[in-house]
């Protein structure tokens, strides 16, 4: 498994690398890396130097062209099973993508600020580790020994500090925004692709603006939210057929 797009340079197409197995998760796959490349060759006309996305909007594209790819494949799903499937799997990346990076995100904020009043033992890392995942976790997922020391597998602590909040910023920025595309009648289109347009050249608040959203509003981040929660109940919905 695993794929990447890579935009080379702006006066070049960008190449999309993919493993790709005939499975449903590699049609998704496939959409999430097509959607990097649209953004890349969509931004290209602002430059090497502003071309590139930030952090923030950088799964913009990816996530949106997901969902769409998504919302396609469950609307011809043929037997509640395969629904099932799909819903579960969907709901268990979502999850993935928002609570766990934030409980990263979480572990790192403990680890820097126990940091300032002296140098950290493995054990006391290991406690922090615990106690985050823990939570986030709950009470359904036992740790076994030995769970203390799995922080070490994240290279984003050593080598990009903090990095995990942009997955579940852009996760949630695009499920707000795919909300607000499944409400519109017209005019969504057009934003939308001004938006990818923008490249590195705008601030997120800037380029949300137009559809009504921001991310300094706790409403932004409920309406991506809700649609974690309605895939959850249809998903709960079938369990009970």
Known sequence: PGAFAHPTVPSA????????????RD?????HELGHGVHQVLAAPNGPLMAPTPLTLAETASVFGEMLTFKS??????????????LASKAEDMINTVVRQIAFYTFERKVHTERRNGELTSEKI????????????GPA???????ESFWTYIPHF???PFYVYAYAFGDCLVNS????YEEAETGFQEKYFDLLKAGGTKHHSELLAPFGLSASDPDFWKKGLAVIERLIDELEALETE
């Open 177 to 180: 925004l795919y909300a607000v």
């Open 27 to 31: 049609v998704m796959t496939l959409a």
């Open 158 to 160: 050593i080598h990009s």
């Open 126 to 137: 290991g406690e922090l580790w615990l106690s985050v995942q823990s939570e986030s976790l």
């Open 73 to 86: 494949l469950l609307a011809t799903a043929d037997n509640p099973q395969t629904r099932k499937i799909m």
């Open 13 to 24: 197409h960008p190449y999309v690398l993919v493993n790709y197995q005939g499975k449903t």
């Open 141 to 147: 997922i036992s740790l076994n020994e030995g769970y």
